[in-house]
Each structure stands twice: as C-alpha cells, then as structure tokens.
C-alpha cells in the first residue's frame, strides 16, 4: 500500500510539473506577444496569395520581428501602470527582464530582415512602426498617458496600423501599388481589425466607466456594441462576396467564427479567452487563405 502510495503522489507530482510548465509556456507565447507576432507574418502571406505573387519569407519575418519589438517595447514603457491589473499585467511586471530580452529579439531580428528588403518597403514599415509606438508611448503628466487612453479613437488607431503594415508593403510590388485592389484589401483589414478590438473593449467596459474613458462600449452599452460587431461582419461579408471568388471561402470562414464568438461575448471570460481566441481570428483567417487550393 505504501508503495502504491508512493507512485501515486510522485505521479500527481509530475503532472502537476507538467501543468506548471504547460502554463508557464503558454503565458510565455502569449503575454510575451508571439501570437501577435505570428498574426503579423501570416497575414502578410496571405497579402502575397491574395495579390498573387510569389511567396516571400523575408517581409513576413521582417513584420513578425517588427511586432515583437513594438509590442514589447510598449510593455516596458508602460511598466507597472495598467488600467486593470489581471493575470497579463501582473505576468509582464513580474517579467520585465524577460519582456526586454523580447524587445531586444525583435530589434535585432528586424533590422537583419531589413537590411533584406528593398528600401521602399523600409518607408511603408517605419511610418506603421512609428504610429504604433505613439500608440504605446505614454505622453503628458504620469506614465498612464497616451493615445491608447482617448477612448474611441484608439479602435480606429489599431485598425489603420495593421491594416496598413501587412497590405502596403506587400502592394509596393504591384504595378501600380496604389489601386482599388490594394484599397479595397486595406478596407477589408480595416474592418476586420475593428470587429475583432471591439470585444477588449467590451472586456474592459467598467474600468473604463470607471476611469472616464469613452470606447464604444461606453458610449452604445454592451447590446449595440454586440450589434456593431455583426454590421462590422455583415459588411465585410458583402465586400468579401464582391471581392473574391477562388478565396470566398477561407475568407467567410473566419467571419463565421467570430460571428459565435460575438453570440457567447462574456465580460468575466480570461484573457485567454480574448488573446488567443479573438487575436486568433487573424491566425484563423491568415493560414486559410495560404493553404487555400
């Protein structure tokens, strides 16, 4: 009995050192930012499939460093002075150390690949570099100011830089680079971006209140703001229906799982939940249209 006593604590020991690690892995790849880093380079391939061109891994590598080094650096300048102070934000303030070594990852593994791609492409992608900064840069009074506290508009803010750093880059190698095709997938980022950021701040509804900060779902209530996400959807189901034909599919696909994500949206859902599920949608979306036949 002793025996069979032993094996079994040794054996709920070791998986609980297998859970431990299975969840300091995981917050690792997501508070650390890699899956918005690898949301950046699967778009940006999806960009090369969608606009028909060869498949090229430096731009998509350069962008996944790239987003790794902004979200990151915003880490670090931000410190410990969050709005909420949930599991993400007590994970990076306990790994600074960590969150810098990232930053400094992504610095060096963007400038390799930028020394890689045509000077053009450095404009489009400083210019989004740039605004993002602004976004996570802190100005004014205190450490809690900035951009990413003027309510509404940082909604707008988040859409246009991504819209922008993995459609842009990729057109300048079209001729022209500016038309209606590259407009239009702008256009459709655009709006996808902003079905999928309006649920964080749907999250955050009441430290918003509380903290004076008019997002949208201060201003409309939980129930409109729901009701934007499916306009934001039907829309850019009607624009997707116009715009594809071969890659129709793999792009509703998506729209459809966001569709039941928006149906069950919870306030008191994880961060887990809104990282991986919500962010994911790009993933979702990216590996689709790259994989398509």
């Not at 880490?75 to 994970?91: A, F, P, Q, T």
């Not at 303030?93 to 969150?99: L, M, P, Y």
């Not at 715009?243 to 799982?257: D, G, N, S, V, W």
Request: aromatic share 18%; with cysteine; net charge positive.
């Amino acid at each position: 009995m002793q025996g069979n006593r032993s094996k079994f604590e040794l054996g709920f020991k070791k998986s609980d050192f297998i859970k431990k690690l299975i969840i300091q892995v995981a917050d690792f790849l997501v508070f650390g930012n890699f899956i918005m880093a690898f949301c950046g380079l699967v778009w940006s391939l999806a960009t090369f499939k969608i606009f028909a061109l060869p498949f090229q891994w430096k731009l998509p590598l350069l962008i996944f460093f790239g987003v790794l080094l902004v979200y990151n650096a915003g880490r670090i300048s931000s410190g410990k002075s969050y709005k909420e102070h949930g599991h993400r934000e007590n994970w990076v303030a306990n790994h600074q150390r960590r969150i810098k070594w990232l930053t400094m990852i992504g610095a060096l593994g963007a400038m390799y690949y930028l020394w890689q791609v045509p000077f053009q492409i450095w404009v489009t992608l400083i210019i989004g570099a740039l605004v993002a900064l602004l976004y996570f840069v802190p100005f004014g009074k205190g450490r809690d100011h900035g951009l990413r506290r003027i309510g509404w508009i940082k909604i707008f803010f988040v859409a246009f830089v991504w819209s922008f750093v993995t459609v842009f880059p990729v057109a300048l190698q079209l001729k022209p680079a500016l038309s209606l095709e590259t407009a239009g997938l702008f256009l459709e980022r655009f709006l996808f971006i902003f079905a999928i950021t309006l649920p964080f701040d749907f999250r955050d509804i009441r430290i918003d209140l509380a903290n004076g900060i008019k997002t949208f779902p201060v201003l409309l209530g939980e129930n409109r703001t729901k009701a934007l996400i499916l306009a934001t959807l039907i829309a850019l189901s009607g624009i997707y229906l116009v715009h594809y034909q071969a890659l129709l599919i793999p792009h509703l696909l998506p729209l459809l799982y966001i569709f039941m994500l928006t149906l069950y949206l919870n306030r008191e859902r994880n961060e887990y939940h809104y990282l991986v599920f919500w962010d994911g949608a790009i993933v979702l979306q990216g590996l689709l249209v790259v994989s398509w036949a």
